[in-house]
């Protein structure tokens, strides 16, 4: 299948020479076979020589061959052969053999053809040419050989290579210097910086720090075998710190690792992922990454999230919620974090003993699961009448972290079950309760108490009032706050308090003894608050059943 030579054309890096070649394809298409050989070689020749230049100030060798060939045209003498091989020898290596022996032909085709001579140029010949030229010299940029690489190495070594250590610059630093080298120079380069590497052969931390980056950034390069590269330092425990340090300055390098390497990386995060580290970012910006896009890998990344909820960390957090949040999530990857998460805290058998993390309530609130709700309510409740105030203070203060949102989901019992919870923390003295319990007013989780009970309240709600035995320092506040929102309220619980007391309170001396502490709480809130002539004689009626109840 033939070329299309003028596709090739727009492939040539620099205008002034593709004016050239595009004056050679005019005399290929006017049938001009030998014109077009001699005007494609002519571009080539000077289009090498203007790369040799660009490279000149950067190179001592390179140089010294612009001079070189400066001062041969100048004295009007041959330069092209001799151009070809020094930019294919070791020094520069801007050429390999195989592109060497293809230009040196096309000299010799030019030399026939620019000569009287027997030759016959074909056009095939001049299409051979005219793509060789343009192959293997205009539609490359300027490039650099393996001889580079050592030059690049030791520039790292300096204290200012990267003008900042900040990601974006260290990025097009690195792209500037690679843009100049060869392809076959880059997996090269790679291998001796994952040496340096492995070797620790650094002479500074700053070279230490420009390698890693360096390194780092060069992991979206094809053709490199970058895997290969960056696995062995991965497998080397003892360039753990240098492997998060580069995955910080590029998370993106797992895009380009194979399986096992991906899995000894997650590896690697999940023995630091409950601890603060510095790494905070770079480890949510990673393994929320192959959660999203490396499917195969999402069962193992949901057990390393979700495991040990209750004492998720922050960084777990932070991923968990970024993933719920994120747009680009379906649904049903969402939906697998988050059963997996209520799952892993339903089977959790052991007694809450520890403080609860405002972390875990918000992950909880976003997987709107009820079952994992009841038991984290059960849990949290336990720990707010706990006799040990290092748990109830530590609960109290998580607990006033749960968004609103959580208790508008509970019913009557379960609202209830939280608020004498709370009263029974105050009744132990557990300081952080006590301040929170000062008005019970201005907190959500009471005022949504009152709002179902006051107008509900039976002897169920008594019964279970009863069972969390509070003292006169846990009921006083509630009743007092009752009472004042529904002074008729006086009434409700005076006939259950009665009707109570008449079914089964004789037969229950530790009921007796609650209903008793109850009365006298309301006696003393009615003696402080209340003055109506209503509730006088219902505090007349209480004296009785007081005296009653003491005499049990």
Same mark, same amino acid.
């Given at each position: 299948m033939l070329r299309d030579m003028e596709e090739l054309l727009n492939s040539v890096v620099y205008d002034d020479i593709k004016e050239y070649l595009k004056e050679a394809l005019n005399c290929y298409n006017a049938g001009s076979y030998r014109a077009c050989v001699i005007m494609s070689v002519i571009a080539g020749m000077y289009d090498l020589h203007k790369k040799v230049k660009a490279l000149a100030n950067s190179n001592p060798t390179i140089r010294r061959l612009d001079y070189d060939i400066e001062d041969a045209i100048k004295h009007l003498r041959p330069y092209e052969k001799f151009l070809v091989e020094k930019c294919a020898s070791e020094k520069i290596d801007m050429l390999n053999s195989n592109e060497e022996k293809a230009i040196k032909r096309c000299l010799d085709i030019r030399n026939d053809c620019a000569h009287p001579s027997n030759f016959i140029c074909s056009a095939e010949i001049a299409r051979e040419v005219y793509s060789t030229i343009i192959d293997f010299l205009s539609s490359k940029p300027v490039l650099l050989g393996q001889q580079s690489i050592q030059q690049i190495i030791e520039k790292l070594k300096g204290n200012s290579y990267f003008s900042i250590i900040e990601n974006e610059e260290i990025s097009n630093t690195v792209k500037t210097e690679l843009k100049y080298l060869h392809i076959r120079a880059l997996r090269p380069l790679a291998q001796k910086l994952t040496k340096i590497i492995l070797d620790e052969s650094f002479d500074t931390n700053t070279h230490r720090i420009n390698i890693i980056a360096f390194l780092a950034y060069m992991s979206n390069i094809p053709n490199i075998n970058y895997n290969e590269s960056i696995g062995s330092i991965i497998c080397k425990d003892d360039c753990n710190d240098n492997y998060l340090q580069m995955l910080?300055?590029?998370?993106?390098?797992?895009?380009?690792?194979?399986?096992?390497?991906?899995?000894?990386?997650?590896?690697?995060? #999940?023995?630091?992922?409950?601890?603060? #580290?510095?790494?905070?970012?770079?480890? &949510?910006?990673?393994? &929320?990454?192959?959660?999203?896009?490396?499917?195969?890998?999402?069962?193992?990344?949901?057990?390393?999230?979700?495991?040990?909820?209750?004492?998720?960390?922050?960084? =777990?957090?932070?991923?968990?919620?970024?993933?719920?949040?994120?747009?680009? !999530?379906?649904?049903?990857?969402? $939906?697998?974090?988050?059963?997996?998460?209520?799952?892993?805290?339903?089977?959790?058998?052991? !007694?809450?003993? +520890?403080?609860?993390?405002?972390?875990?309530? $918000?992950?909880?609130?976003?997987?709107?699961?009820?079952?994992?709700?009841? =038991?984290?309510?059960?849990?949290?409740?336990?720990?707010?009448?706990?006799?040990?105030?290092?748990?109830?203070?530590?609960?109290?203060?998580?607990?006033?972290?749960?968004?609103?949102?959580?208790?508008?989901?509970? $019913?009557?019992?379960?609202?209830?079950y939280i608020v004498y919870s709370i009263l029974?923390?105050?009744?132990?003295?557990? +300081?952080?309760?006590? &301040?929170?319990?000062?008005?019970?007013?201005?907190?959500?989780?009471?005022?949504?108490?009152?709002?179902?009970?006051?107008?509900?309240?039976?002897?169920?709600?008594?019964?279970?009032?009863?069972? +969390?035995?509070? $003292?006169m320092k846990g009921m006083s506040p509630l009743i007092s706050t009752m009472l004042t929102l529904r002074p008729t309220f006086v009434d409700t619980i005076y006939n259950l308090i009665y009707d109570y007391y008449n079914q089964c309170g004789k037969d229950e001396d530790s009921e007796v003894f609650i209903l008793y502490i109850l009365s006298l709480t309301i006696l003393s809130v009615l003696k402080k608050d209340i003055i109506n002539t209503i509730q006088i004689n219902k505090f007349e009626d209480l004296k009785i059943l007081l005296n009653d109840l003491d005499s049990q």
């Open positions: 910080n300055f590029n998370p993106c390098i797992v895009d380009n690792l194979e399986d096992v390497n991906i899995k000894r990386t997650l590896s690697k995060l #999940s023995k630091i992922i409950q601890n603060e #580290s510095n790494y905070e970012n770079m480890i &949510s910006e990673v393994i &929320s990454h192959c959660y999203i896009y490396k499917k195969d890998f999402q069962e193992l990344i949901g057990n390393l999230l979700c495991e040990n909820p209750i004492n998720i960390s922050v960084v =777990k957090h932070n991923i968990l919620k970024g993933i719920f949040n994120n747009q680009q !999530v379906c649904d049903h990857d969402k $939906d697998y974090l988050k059963g997996l998460f209520t799952s892993n805290y339903l089977q959790m058998n052991q !007694v809450y003993s +520890f403080p609860l993390k405002s972390y875990f309530y $918000d992950i909880l609130s976003l997987c709107n699961i009820n079952e994992s709700k009841c =038991k984290f309510y059960f849990d949290i409740s336990k720990d707010l009448r706990d006799s040990d105030y290092t748990i109830a203070n530590h609960a109290i203060k998580a607990f006033e972290k749960i968004p609103n949102e959580l208790f508008d989901m509970l $019913d009557k019992k379960d609202i209830s029974k923390g105050r009744a132990n003295n557990t +300081f952080d309760i006590m &301040s929170y319990t000062d008005d019970l007013s201005t907190k959500y989780i009471f005022t949504k108490y009152f709002d179902l009970i006051l107008d509900t309240f039976n002897i169920v709600d008594l019964k279970l009032f009863l069972s +969390f035995k509070l $003292d």
